[in-house]
């Protein structure tokens, strides 16, 4: 005799006021070097220029790899940049979002502090 199991994956369980708060956007390019592409945005200083490379991914929806985002930190700012590049890189994969992008969120309310119950 035979006993199947079957699991189902439970619900998300969510309040309602945690249901209309955004969530952490999942990384779209998380590979080291994957393509020609990457290559391309290790010499392109949009990629790179603090403030200005957080507008130009998103008014593009460009994505820079790691491995881009590091070479080209080593590339345009020396020992400082490679080590900002990859401070920079950790951020972006605890968080979702780069330190821009996290300044920018900060400043225009799109992540506010909630109450709490008690």
């Known amino acids: ?11 998300e369980n969510t309040s309602p006021a945690q249901a209309g708060k955004a969530k952490a956007p999942d990384i779209t390019n998380d590979n080291f070097f994957a393509s020609f592409a990457d290559v391309l945005d290790v010499i392109n200083p949009l990629q790179h220029l603090p403030g200005i490379s957080t507008a130009y991914r998103e008014l593009t929806g460009d ?9 080209g930190g080593a590339l345009f ?8 590049s990859l401070i920079n890189s950790i951020i972006e994969q605890e968080t979702g979002k780069d330190v821009g992008a996290n300044l920018y969120a900060s400043v225009s ?4 502090k909630t109450e709490t119950l008690s």
């Open 1 to 11: 005799m035979t006993t199947a199991i079957t699991i189902y994956p439970q619900a």
């Open 63 to 71: 994505a820079i790899s790691a491995g881009a985002r590091l070479a």
């Open 77 to 84: 700012g020396g020992p400082i940049g490679f080590f900002a």
């Open 109 to 112: 309310g799109k992540y506010e």
